[in-house]
């Protein structure tokens, strides 16, 4: 497993070993003991979620106010911009965001440490996400930032495209009237 650190030293790019032949190939996709010797985080995933979008289907930008989750990001199929904004209010780099591409090609992970709004976009026809959560969804505290916040200034690869939204997503708020963490 490699790691790689991203503009926001805390969100990590997760490069698993893979291990390839003309068959296909095989990759181990989470090993706790391995991640926490690499990244010195002990995570306890709860959660496992799976999302299936059409190209330019945007989600997020996506965070719990309480029971705040940290987020394991990898594709199965296509390929998508995912991208984590910092809303801890304490933090140097609080309101800034960090964008990768992740497919089912490259491999990568995206580690989302609680604390952070997480949004993605498919870039391919169909993509196939999955992701694990340090916390169990609560609807109650869900919350949504605007995608296209000015402040924020997400560069989104959407081609002159329109997005396609959510009702949820289309009512986000901006950063500067969400809850945030301290």
């Known amino acids: 497993m490699n790691i ?15 291990f390839a032949d003309p ?15 690499k ?21 997020g930008l996506h965070y719990q106010i309480q029971q705040p989750q940290g987020k ?9 911009f995912d991208i984590a904004v910092d809303i801890r209010k304490n933090s140097p780099t609080f309101g800034k965001w ?20 997480h949004g993605f976009l498919a870039v391919s026809e169909i993509a196939e996400v999955l992701y694990k959560t340090t916390e169990y969804y609560a609807p109650q505290y869900d919350r949504c930032i605007l995608w296209n916040d000015p402040d924020i200034g997400i560069n989104w690869p959407l081609n002159g495209e329109t997005p396609i939204l959510s009702a949820k997503d289309q009512a986000g708020i901006p ?4 809850e945030t963490f301290p």
């Open 175 to 178: 950063l500067k009237n969400a």
């Open 23 to 37: 068959r296909g190939f095989f990759l181990e996709s989470f090993n706790r003991r391995i991640f926490a010797e």
């Open 98 to 117: 960090v964008g990768y591409y992740l497919s089912a090609e490259n491999h990568r992970q995206l580690w989302i440490p609680a604390g952070f709004a």
């Open 72 to 80: 394991l990001v990898r594709v199965v199929v296509g390929e998508i």
């Open 4 to 18: 790689i650190q991203t503009e926001i030293p805390e969100v990590l790019i997760i490069e698993p070993k893979v």
């Open 39 to 59: 990244t010195g985080l002990d995570c306890d995933f709860v959660q496992d979620n799976h999302s299936r979008s059409s190209k330019n289907i945007l989600r």
